[in-house]
């Protein structure tokens, strides 16, 4: 499972509520399928941008290219990932994504909900916000309130 943050939060569900607002979906695009929209949200790319660097890099969709990822090699798709992997997604979890398959995320759904459609958007949306949510409570198991320090609020005070 992917390392809870802030930041990865929010792309997910930045990236559903456009899907919901209607942002380009398609699965058999690089930069318009599960992991190209949540690529555009969390790395600031273009779908078509995505597109052109999985076609100059190898070919193969979302699952096939995090097989084949090299640490090593600077092909643009493989730079893409690198900067996916440093947001906290494990290789595996953009297999998942692309293939709406995390256990732990599906676990969460309602069981007659389980069974995703891994190329129909409706449940592309239903997937990040399930796994943002799970990051979500992840995160927050992670924080002890108890160390944290209350400091009074400076107040200003004006003279009239």
Known sequence: ????????????????????????????????????????????????????????????????????YCTTSNLPMDLLIRKLLDKGLSRRDLKHLETLSDPEVLRELPEEERTLNYNYKGDAIKYMITLSNILEDKLLEEIDITSLEVTEPEVEVYHI
């Open 1 to 68: 499972m992917a390392i809870p943050g802030i930041e990865l939060i929010q792309a997910l569900r930045a990236a559903a509520k456009k899907l919901e607002k209607g942002a380009a979906y398609q699965w058999g695009h690089m930069g318009a399928c599960n992991c190209g929209n949540l690529a555009q949200e969390l790395l600031k790319v273009s779908k078509a941008e995505i597109h052109a660097w999985a076609l100059e890099t190898r070919e193969g969709d979302w699952s096939e290219q995090t097989d084949e």
